[in-house]
């Protein structure tokens, strides 16, 4: 969740508040436009994405000494090379306001720019600036080939080398693990952090102060409770969907002896409507190559191939779209949505916890969300 007042969760769920997003653009350590606004925007998050932050923004600049300020070469204030945007929500009611971080982000492309000039005694004057900026948080950095081949520098502490190799600050929010001595490094070193994340127990990501933080794969405990309704909470709409996409009946892993022999273990499920010889099919994965340094012997192989298969086919097959009012406090957060049964009060049977995998927000529309929600 991004960091906000303890006020600010009251203000949103009261569903009436002023609300605009800001942002500083800078130019390395220089802040070249401070609190400048958009005329549109519309910023997106995907936890299964590899830049899993990004935005497209339109902004009207206007220069007390007429320069324009549509990119030409590098180095200008928005240009895609080395330009960053720091975005703000903010939250307001009354006298009360909130400076909400949205997140960092190097501006990736310049779509289109434009300048609106005026004549005045044969001097071409520019009166404001239209750009169109296109936006991508720093794993947009990471998201690149090591120039050599690289291998952890030390086993003891991944969060240590996921931040070594990400080149950007963090902030450990998960606890620490030692690293696998099976783990390779692919050659992207944005898969690399993927691989160490894994190690700690989730995905990385981008928080919204800039410093790479882990998503759990365990859901913990609930950030955010929403409540449908106009009032309070603001849920204006709940649909739902289902994906076999990450739904697994079968799991095989090949594995080594303290003396290096072969050690061969599969399980599949095979009664129920998951099972391979029903109409679902034979869906199989091999066991996680990074998790087998210390499966060494028959039995501890088959222990392990029956918990991942307990794990993998369960998965998470429903995704929940949910439409509400704009909440800058929501990323990749475990939210509980109340929903009301027929006499209009929440019905605990309808009501349902996940974390969210992926949001959008846009200038003047309501907020879309789509929570992921485990199997029981």
């Known amino acids: 969740m991004r960091k906000h007042k303890p006020q600010t969760a009251d203000v949103i ?18 802040r070249v436009l401070q609190d400048v606004s958009f005329t549109d925007w519309t910023f997106t998050g995907d936890l299964d994405a590899n830049v899993k932050t990004s935005g497209t923004v339109t902004l009207v600049v206007q220069d007390d000494f007429a320069r324009s300020y549509s990119p030409r070469q590098i180095g200008d204030a928005l240009s895609p090379f080395g330009g960053t945007v720091r ?39 520019t009166v404001g600036s239209v750009v169109t900026l296109t936006l991508m948080d720093r794993f947009y950095e990471a998201d690149v080939p090591f120039m050599r081949l690289e291998n952890p520098s030390s086993l003891t502490s991944a969060w240590s080398e996921l931040i070594r190799i990400a080149r950007l600050p963090g902030t450990r929010n998960v606890d620490d693990a030692a690293i696998p001595r099976s783990v390779v490094y692919a050659r992207n070193r ?12 989730g995905r990385a990501y981008m928080r919204a102060d800039g ?17 449908f309704g106009q009032v309070d909470g603001k849920i204006i709409d709940v649909a739902q969907f289902m ?15 303290a003396n290096g022999r072969p050690i061969h273990a599969e399980d599949m499920i095979r009664s129920g ?23 060494k012997t028959q039995s501890a192989a088959d222990t392990a191939v029956a918990n991942y298969l307990a794990k ?35 019905d605990p049977a309808l009501a349902f916890t996940g974390r969210v995998c992926r949001w959008t927000m846009t200038k003047d529309q309501p907020m879309q969300a789509t929570v992921r929600v485990p199997n029981a």
């Open 13 to 30: 769920s009261g569903g009436s508040f002023g609300f605009t997003i800001v942002a500083d653009v800078m130019q390395g350590t220089k």
């Open 87 to 125: 975005v703000y929500a903010l939250v307001s009611l009354g006298a009360y306001e909130d400076r909400i971080p949205i997140g960092t982000f190097r501006i990736t492309d310049v779509p289109s720019s434009m300048d609106d000039k005026l004549s005045v005694h044969g001097r071409e004057l």
């Open 190 to 201: 944005l898969d690399a952090v993927q691989q160490l994340a894994r190690v700690l127990g």
């Open 211 to 227: 410093t790479v933080g882990i998503v759990p794969d365990d859901l913990g405990d609930v950030d955010v409770v929403l409540n």
């Open 243 to 257: 994906s076999s996409a990450d739904i697994y009946n079968a799991v095989f892993g090949d594995f080594e002896d």
């Open 273 to 295: 409507q998951l099972a391979v010889t029903g109409p679902f099919g034979e869906r199989p994965i091999e066991y996680p190559a990074d998790q087998r340094e210390f499966i």
């Open 312 to 346: 993998v086919s369960k998965g998470s097959p429903l995704e929940v779209p949910v439409t509400l009012t704009v909440d800058p406090r929501l990323e990749f957060d475990v939210v509980t949505v109340n929903r009301p049964g027929a006499g209009g009060e929440p």
